[in-house]
């Protein structure tokens, strides 16, 4: 599979803070991209380390779970995950399978929640906040906003061990 549609562009070094925190999340969106270009299915739904299931492809049906939850709870809209649920809360690791298909599946859906979330997004400010029930607590988008690029970051660190166990390739 390949991701050179996907562009990855460097942040601007100065720049106001909504187009800072959008570039910097679109930027790790891209770096997890990179570091699915050109595998296989197998290679994408290799494990770890035992007993972990993490894989590369469990991480891009992860983060499209968690763009879906944070950006439609702050949106008041309903979803469901289509890999996770309350008999399976890791399912978007657990059954993420070495299958052409369950490839394609992930990662159109990890693009069209971050299309969804990059809509979500335009359409309010940084200030504007939703109260979330199973928390208690009030969130900002801007605090969504940084909560998703620490996200990414720390998996795009995962997704570089993960890499280059697979083929030997590093780098950001």
């Avoid at 990179?34 to 007993?51: I, N, S």
């Amino acid at each position: 599979m390949t991701f050179a549609d996907i562009p990855r562009a460097d942040p601007a070094t100065t720049s106001d803070e909504r187009t800072m925190l959008t570039e910097f999340l679109d930027y790790y969106r891209a770096t997890l991209a990179v570091k699915c270009a050109d595998l296989t299915p197998e290679q994408l739904a290799r494990r770890a380390v035992e007993p972990s299931t993490l894989s590369l492809l469990g991480l891009v049906r992860h983060m499209g779970e968690v763009e879906q939850g944070w950006f439609c709870d702050f949106a008041g809209e309903q979803y469901t995950r289509p890999y996770s649920s309350s008999d399976n809360r890791d399912g978007d690791f657990d059954d993420a399978v070495a299958e052409q298909g369950c490839v394609d599946d992930a990662f159109e859906y990890w693009q069209s929640q971050i299309a969804h979330a990059r809509e979500i997004t335009a359409g309010h400010e940084l200030d504007d906040s939703y109260f979330d029930e199973r928390h208690g607590l009030e969130f900002s988008l801007r605090w969504i906003l940084v909560h998703m690029i620490e996200e990414y970051a720390r998996h795009c660190g995962h997704a570089d061990f993960l890499r280059e166990r697979i083929d030997g390739a590093t780098g950001d």
